[in-house]
Each structure stands twice: as C-alpha cells, then as structure tokens.
C-alpha cells in the first residue's frame, strides 16, 4: 500500500528513462498502489476525481471480467494536469487475493508521438511537391507533344530550340522529383488524369506520321487493347510513342513497326506491352545508357532524349525490357501499367 500524500504537480525526472506506469484501481476507483514512474499519485481521492477520462469510462471497466482482453486507449492528448503529452492507456481486470481490480497502464509515447507528427507533416509537404511536380510534368509533356506535331509538320527535324529547353526543364524536374523520398515519387496511381482510348491514341499517332511526314508505320494492336477504355495519362504515353517513333531524321524503305499487346503478369491493372522496331536508327553507345540511369550531357543527343522517355515510363511505374540495335533498326520493348474503366 501506499503512504497518504498529496498529488504533486510535477512529473518524475527523466520520463523517458520510465516510459510506463501502473496504477492498481479498486471498487472505488481509488489507487490501491502506483509505481510513480511518470507523476505522483493522490491516493486520498478516487482517480475519478482528478482524472476526468477516467471518471468518463469507469463504470465500463468495472463491468470487465477477469481474463477478458485488455482495453486500449491509444493517442491520449493531455489526459489531465499533470499528463502534458500523448500516452497509451491498456486496462485489464484482475483479481489479486479473491479481490477485483483495475490494473491502469499508462505508456508514455509523447516523443514518439511528436516525431511522428513531424514526419507526417514532412510526408505531406512532400507528397506536395510531388504532385506538383507531376503537374509540371504533365503540362511541360502537353506543350512538348503540340512542338513535336509542330517539328513533323514542318519537317523540322530536331532543331527546335523550344523543344531542346522545355526537354531541358523536364530533366530538371525529374531530377528534383528523383531526391524525393522513395515513400512518395513514385504513385502512379496518382497521376492518372485522363481516361482515352488506345485506338483513339493510334490514330492519331499514325495520321501525324503518315500523313504529315510520309513515314511509313505499321501498327500491329491486340483486339483487346485496341477496344479497352484506359484510365492514364494519354499525353505521356503518347509522348513516349512519338520520340520512340522520332529518334531520327533519316528515311528508310522499311516501315517503323510498333506492337501493343497485354502482357500476361500477375498485376492488379492492365500491363500493356510496346514493342517498337526503327529502322532509322542505330544508337551508338547503347550499353551506357542501359547500364546508367544518369542523364547525357548533350541536351539534345538521342540519350537524353532516351533518358526523358525512360523516366516518363519509369514515371508511369513501367519499364524498359530491351533496348537493342539489330540489323533492321533499334528495337524498343517496355511495360506500361493501366487502370481500366
């Protein structure tokens, strides 16, 4: 039992260092014995008097029968006076000698309950950035495809220099998106802000190739895909298609030829599988840029253009599969996942 004493109004010295404390409570809700590790305890009143919580839920506890589970209380904020933090409270009912009573546990989680405040509200300004980055992204893709309709049109080639400086802002923005945290740069799930078609995306993608600049594709699409109504970001992917189907200026006899199919995965969407085959072109320095994830210095070299297009579907939580010089041309294999409606 304890000796008659008066509630200090003060915590115990290095709380950290006793981070619980019990309380045996009885009928009365009076404290039969406390180890004061976190405050000193009045055992002249019933702990209802200076703890309203306490008052609040006794008759509950009370009814708990002896060997039933435990009663939990977690993130308690400033129970009263003398708790100034965040605790755990368990309750058990024992019985000790024939006699019942409440066996209070207080845990004491004030440090481990500010730090993670902290990191939450660390996690939300980056899970801010994050979005706004991915919102940069979307926009700086948009304006960059209208360029590449513009470059085809006019036969450009690669010498718009709007096109070089918005791709230099893209790689600015994937560098900042890459020294975020791995918990948040990565959501695909998040960016999906259009629903399409894939046959609407080829279209289009053919007549701006064949009709505008005499290139011959052949696009080779699963029924399937062909009729599914996709949730994703239509400006992204049809982005990645155009410089795939771009990298060079050259002209060849051969169509360029480009296969879209389900790949059969275990995955809770729609893998889809691109296969590209340019005939035009035949990317010197391959294995470096397989074997790197760093950007090329030359703004405006078939890597970094390489490099952008592998973020964009890296964005997208797909993935290069092959990059490959063959005989015929560089074929180009990678997985994109979709959300179907």
């Known amino acids: ?70 009663v939990l209380f977690s993130r308690v904020e400033e129970p009263f ?29 004030t440090m481990l309950y500010k730090e993670f ?17 991915n919102s940069k992204i979307h926009y700086i893709i948009r304006k960059n495809l209208t360029l590449q309709q ?12 709007l096109l070089k400086a918005n791709n230099l802002l893209l790689k600015n923005i994937f560098i900042d998106l890459e020294q975020l945290t ?23 993608i053919k007549e701006s190739f064949e009709n505008i600049r005499n290139q011959k594709i052949t696009i080779d699409i699963s029924k399937r895909v062909n009729q599914l109504k996709i949730m994703g970001d239509q400006a992204r992917l049809m982005y990645i298609l155009y410089d ?9 006899s051969n169509p360029t030829i480009c296969k879209i199919e389900e790949h059969e995965a275990m995955h809770p969407d729609l893998i889809i599988r ?6 035009c072109l035949k ?18 070299s078939f890597l970094f253009r390489l490099n952008l297009v592998g973020k964009l579907i890296e964005l997208q939580s797909g993935k290069f599969h092959e990059i490959e010089n063959l005989e015929q041309g560089t074929r180009f294999v990678f997985e994109i996942p979709f959300a179907i409606l």
């Not at 513009?150 to 220099?161: A, D, E, Q, W």
């Not at 990317?283 to 405006?300: C, G, L, M, Q, W």
């Open 182 to 204: 791995d918990l948040v740069k990565y959501k695909y799930v998040g960016n999906w802000v259009d629903r399409f078609s894939m046959k609407e995306v080829i279209t289009n």
């Open 244 to 252: 795939l189907l771009s990298l060079s200026n050259q002209t060849s």
């Open 1 to 70: 039992m304890l000796n008659k004493k008066t509630l200090a109004k003060s915590t115990i010295n290095n709380p950290t260092e006793n981070f619980n404390q019990m309380l045996l409570l009885d009928s009365h809700a009076m404290v039969v014995e406390s180890c004061d590790t976190l405050f000193r305890v009045n055992n002249q009143e019933p702990a209802t008097v200076w703890s309203p919580f306490i008052e609040s839920i006794f008759g509950y506890l009370w009814t708990l029968k002896t060997g039933t589970p435990e």
């Open 274 to 279: 691109f296969t590209i085959l340019n005939p």
């Open 283 to 300: 990317i010197a320095n391959i294995d470096t840029f397989i074997n790197k994830k760093e950007f090329s210095v030359e703004d405006d």
């Open 150 to 161: 513009l470059i085809l049109s006019k036969n450009l080639g690669k010498n718009s220099m």
């Open 81 to 109: 006076e003398e708790l100034q933090g965040f605790y755990d409270f368990t309750f058990n009912s024992v019985t000790l000698s024939g006699k019942k009573y409440i066996l209070w546990t207080i845990f004491d989680y």
């Open 117 to 133: 405040q902290r990191n939450q509200q660390r996690m939300n300004e980056l899970e801010l950035q994050r979005q706004n980055l």
